[in-house]
């Protein structure tokens, strides 16, 4: 059966699937950056419009807000466009080595069988008429096979090696590596649907919500800035586990330095 569920995984190795979702990072990034450059103002300004005596009641001059806003969302789109520049040369400088490669057969073969599951379930809510549900299952279909590729592409997609041995300290370090530059590989295709789902709920507020409240602006707005903001808060943690990783592994250094110093005398 291993041999089997092996020759299953090749499936995921394959280069036009790799190809496939790099250009997917590329088109997310562009589509979240139009979106924020030029969807979120427009998207104010129609909020503003559309309620306008509530804007005026709590946040001042309707046409003042909107014009704010856009200002805003044009600051937050440079932030975010130059942050996204450097999600990949972050991830290819930061070397990891790990030195079982059968941790990666595991999870991908896990992403596999969830793949295949909400590929499923995708098809089954689409004959339902449940077409919520059909996008959120094929989202996961999607991210589980994403992991996949990442998974068993380790070197192409997060430059990460195999290597012959280590002590169980460093590999458990170099695994929780692994994961952390895969989420950050994420962040592209997250920033971009996150910017798409808030030209959505704005669409929302603007059109449908009639009874808009002041704590759904709050907290519309709450959740457009973290998610403009998404690719420097990404950046900073980041940097921050590695600077952790970085004390770790010399710390491993000085232990290993002593211990051959030790074994000389």
Same mark, same amino acid.
């Given at each position: ?9 090749v ?12 250009? #997917? ?11 924020? /450059?030029?969807?979120?103002? @427009? ?9 306008? #005596?509530l ?8 046409? +003042?807000? +909107? ?11 440079? @932030?975010?466009?130059?942050? %996204?520049?450097y ?8 070397? =990891?080595t ?21 590929? @499923?379930?995708?098809?089954g809510?689409?004959?339902d008429?449940?077409?919520?549900e +059909? ?8 991210l *589980?096979? /994403?992991?996949a590729?990442?998974?068993? *592409?380790?070197?192409k997609?997060?430059n ?8 169980? #300290? ?6 929780? #590596? ?27 507020? +603007? =059109?449908?919500s009639?009874? %808009? ?8 707005l709450?959740?457009?800035?973290m998610?403009?903001?998404?690719? %420097?808060i ?32």
């Amino acid at each position: 059966m291993k041999k089997i569920f092996d020759k299953g995984l090749v499936i995921f190795k394959n280069n036009k699937l790799v190809k496939f979702f790099i250009n #997917a990072e590329t088109w997310a990034e562009k589509i979240g950056l139009v979106c924020l /450059y030029i969807g979120m103002p @427009i998207v104010g300004i129609a909020v503003c419009a559309s309620h306008d #005596a509530l804007i005026d009641r709590m946040y001042g001059e309707p046409a +003042a807000v +909107a014009i704010g806003f856009a200002v805003a969302c044009l600051i937050f789109g440079y @932030i975010a466009d130059k942050m %996204l520049e450097y999600v990949k040369p972050s991830i290819n400088q930061a070397k =990891t080595t790990i030195v079982n490669g059968a941790f990666f057969d595991v999870l991908a073969f896990f992403c596999g069988i969830v793949t295949l599951a909400t590929a @499923i379930a995708t098809i089954g809510l689409l004959f339902d008429g449940s077409f919520t549900e +059909a996008i959120q299952a094929a989202a996961i279909c999607l991210l *589980s096979l /994403y992991f996949a590729v990442m998974l068993l *592409s380790p070197e192409k997609m997060l430059n990460v090696r195999i290597q012959e041995s280590a002590t169980p #300290a460093q590999s458990l370090i170099s695994l929780t #590596a692994f994961l952390i530059k895969a989420i950050y590989r994420l962040v592209p295709v997250a920033f971009g649907a996150a910017m798409v789902v808030c030209i959505v709920s704005g669409i929302d507020l +603007a =059109t449908v919500s009639y009874q %808009l409240s002041g704590y759904k602006i709050l907290s519309y707005l709450s959740t457009f800035i973290m998610s403009a903001l998404l690719p %420097l808060i990404a950046y900073f943690l980041f940097l921050a586990y590695y600077f952790v990783l970085d004390l770790c592994m010399s710390l491993f250094r000085i232990a290993d330095a002593v211990e051959g110093k030790n074994k000389a005398k």
